[in-house]
C-alpha cells in the first residue's frame, strides 16, 4: 500500500514541495530512503522508529521504502522526521485523517518531541503559493510561519497532540499574526556619545542618506568602530518587504530569534578578520548565506580591512557591483541577495600612526606601502566615500557640549529617502547608491558649475569611470540632503572631498 504526505525543502533561499510516498511490501524487514537524501535525512528513519515505538505506536515488521520526491532535488537537514512518520501511521491505518491540503514539518526527539527546524517562514510562503491550506510546523517555529496569510499554521508540540488534532479529539488552534510578535527595534548607540569626528558624522549621515558606502581610515582610538556601530541607527527603517525579505534569511540560517515573526532592525553584521571566503560569500557542498548575504538590507562592517585574506575581499568586488551573489556547484547554481552598505575601517599603516599629528610612526615605509596595498584598487573604487578619522583632541574630549543626536540625524537621513523613493517610485531603485547608468543621466543634473567641476576632477585626479560615476551618486545625495532637484558645484566639491584619500595613501611612492 502507497500513501503520500507533502511537507516542504530548501534549496538556496527558495522553497519547493516534497511528497512523502511510503511503500510497505513484504519480504526481509528493511527500511529504505530514496530521492536524494542527506545524511541528516537518511537517519530519520531511526528517529521515526523510536519516536513511533515511544509513544505507544506499531513500528512496521515488513520492507519500507520512502521517497522524497522530486528525486533530482537533494533534502537536507531533519525536518521530514514529522511527515515521514505521518505517512507511516497512515500506510499501517494506525491513523485515518484526510490530509490532501496539509503539509508537515519537523525534527522528532526519540521521545516523540517536534523539535525546531530551519527554514519555515520561506517554506510557508510557497506553501501559499502551491494551495495548502494547513501547514503543520514546530510550536518554536510557529510564529514565523504565521506572518502569511491565507493559510493556517498549526504549532505541534508533540506526537500526541498532532494525532489528537488528526483523530478529532483534541484541536490545535492555528498561530495568527500580530504585530506584537515582531523582533523589537534594536537600541543602538547615540552619536551625541562620540566626541568631535564632525567631518566623519558628516560623510556618514551622507552614506546613510544615499546607501553607499565607506571607508574610514585613521590611527587606534581616534572612534572609527564607535561611529561605524552607530550607523544602523540612523538608517530609515525596513519597509514590510524588506522585513520578509531579511527575516528568510535569517530563517534559513536558523539565527531568527525565537518567538519572533519578523525582524524590523536592520542587520549590522561586523565579521572577524579572519573569517574565510566561503563564509563571507555563502558556499559549503550545500550552499548556505554567508555574511554578505546576513548583511542584506543592513550594514556590513569590515574592521581592520588590510588584515582581511586577499582572496575574502576580492570575492566582495562582484557582490558589490551587482547586490547579488552566485554561487555555482555541480547540483545546481544559488543566488543570493546582498543589497547591503559597507562600512570598513583600517588603520594608515601596521603600527597605526602614519601621517598622526604627534606620535611617531615605527613602520619603514616598504611595510607601509605592503599593508595598504592588501586593499587593492577595484576595491578601493568601489567604495563610495573615503573619509579620515583623525585622533580626537583634548578640548573635545573634555568638552560638556554634546553632538547631534542619532534621532536629529535620522531625521533628515529619512528625509532624503522620502525625496529618493517619490523620485525613483516604480523603477525597483531604493537609493542613489543603487543608481543605473540610465537613471544616473536622467536623475543626476548638475549645472554648469558642477559639470565644470566634475570635469575638472576627471581630467586631473585620473579618475576611472566607475569612480566618477560614484561621485555623482554622492553629489546626488548630497543635494537631496539639502532638498535641491539640482545638482550644485558645492554638493560635487563635497564629493570630490570624499575620493581623495586614496590619492594621500595609495598616490604615494
Same mark, same amino acid.
Given at each position: 500500500m502507497v500513501v503520500s504526505c507533502k511537507s516542504m525543502g530548501i534549496t538556496g533561499l527558495e522553497s519547493f514541495v516534497v511528497t512523502i510516498e511510503a511503500d510497505l511490501s513484504g519480504g526481509f524487514p528493511a527500511f529504505e530512503m530514496v530521492g536524494?537524501? %542527506?545524511?541528516? #535525512?537518511? &537517519?530519520?528513519? %531511526? !528517529? #521515526?522508529?523510536?519516536? +513511533? +515505538?515511544n509513544c505507544g505506536f506499531e513500528f512496521p515488521d515488513q520492507r519500507i521504502t520512502v521517497n522524497l520526491a522530486p528525486a533530482d532535488i537533494k533534502k537536507e537537514g531533519p525536518l521530514y522526521d514529522l511527515p515521514i512518520m505521518v505517512s507511516l501511521l497512515l500506510a499501517t491505518r494506525q491513523l485515518n485523517?484526510?490530509? $490532501? %491540503? =496539509?503539509?508537515?514539518i519537523g525534527e522528532l526527539s526519540l521521545g516523540g518531541e517536534v523539535r525546531k527546524v530551519n527554514g519555515v517562514l520561506p517554506m510557508a510562503i510557497k506553501a501559499k503559493e502551491m494551495g495548502i491550506k494547513k501547514l503543520f510546523v514546530p510550536y518554536e517555529n510557529a510564529f514565523e510561519g504565521a506572518v502569511v496569510k491565507d493559510i493556517d499554521v498549526y504549532p505541534v508540540k508533540n506526537v500526541y497532540q498532532l494525532n489528537a488534532h488528526l483523530r478529532g479529539m483534541e484541536e490545535i488552534i492555528p498561530v495568527k499574526y500580530e504585530e506584537s510578535l515582531q523582533g523589537k527595534q534594536e537600541h543602538y548607540p547615540d552619536f551625541a556619545d562620540v566626541c568631535g569626528q564632525f567631518e566623519a558624522k558628516r560623510a556618514l549621515e551622507i552614506a546613510a542618506a544615499g546607501g553607499h558606502n565607506v571607508l574610514l581610515i585613521g590611527p587606534p582610538g581616534s572612534g572609527k568602530s564607535m561611529l561605524a556601530k552607530r550607523v544602523p541607527g540612523i538608517l530609515p527603517k525596513m519597509t514590510f518587504e524588506e522585513q520578509i525579505e531579511t527575516s528568510k534569511i535569517l530563517s534559513i540560517a536558523g539565527q531568527l530569534p525565537q518567538g519572533v515573526s519578523l525582524v524590523n532592525s536592520r542587520p549590522f553584521r561586523s565579521p572577524h578578520h579572519t573569517v574565510s571566503y566561503a563564509a563571507m560569500t555563502g558556499g559549503g557542498k550545500i550552499p548556505k548565506p554567508g555574511e554578505i548575504t546576513l548583511a542584506n538590507n543592513g550594514v556590513l562592517f569590515l574592521d581592520e580591512?588590510? &588584515?582581511?585574506? !586577499?582572496k575574502t575581499l576580492e570575492g566582495l568586488r562582484q557582490p558589490i557591483e551587482d547586490g547579488k551573489v552566485t554561487i555555482s556547484r555541480v547540483n545546481g547554481s544559488y543566488t543570493y541577495p546582498c543589497d547591503m552598505m559597507i562600512l570598513a575601517a583600517m588603520n594608515p599603516c601596521p603600527c597605526? /600612526? /602614519?601621517?598622526?599629528?604627534t606620535k611617531? =610612526? $615605527? =613602520?619603514? #615605509?616598504?611595510s607601509i606601502q605592503n599593508y595598504l596595498n592588501r586593499v587593492s584598487g577595484p576595491l578601493l573604487d568601489r567604495i563610495d566615500i573615503h573619509i579620515e578619522v583623525p585622533p580626537v583632541e583634548y578640548s573635545e574630549l573634555s568638552s560638556k557640549v554634546k553632538g547631534e543626536t542619532t534621532a536629529e540625524i535620522q531625521k533628515r537621513v529619512n528625509k532624503a529617502r522620502e525625496i529618493q523613493n517619490e523620485r525613483y517610485k516604480g523603477t525597483g531603485i531604493t537609493c542613489n547608491a543603487n543608481l543605473t547608468s540610465e537613471l544616473s543621466a536622467?536623475? =543626476?543634473v548638475t549645472d554648469e558649475e558642477a559639470d565644470l567641476l566634475l570635469k575638472n576632477a576627471f581630467e586631473n585626479m585620473g579618475l576611472s569611470a566607475r569612480a566618477y560615476d560614484r561621485i555623482l551618486k554622492v553629489s546626488r545625495t548630497i543635494a537631496d540632503l539639502e532638498e535641491s532637484e539640482m545638482i550644485k558645484g &558645492?554638493?560635487?566639491a563635497e564629493a570630490l572631498q570624499y575620493r581623495s584619500l586614496d590619492r594621500k595613501y595609495w598616490g604615494e611612492e
Open positions: 536524494l537524501p %542527506d545524511t541528516a #535525512v537518511k &537517519e530519520s528513519r %531511526d !528517529r #521515526v522508529r523510536s519516536a +513511533m +515505538m485523517a484526510d490530509i $490532501r %491540503d =496539509c503539509a508537515f580591512l588590510p &588584515e582581511f585574506s !586577499r597605526g /600612526y /602614519y601621517n598622526h599629528p611617531k =610612526c $615605527r =613602520c619603514s #615605509v616598504h536622467k536623475f =543626476c &558645492e554638493h560635487v
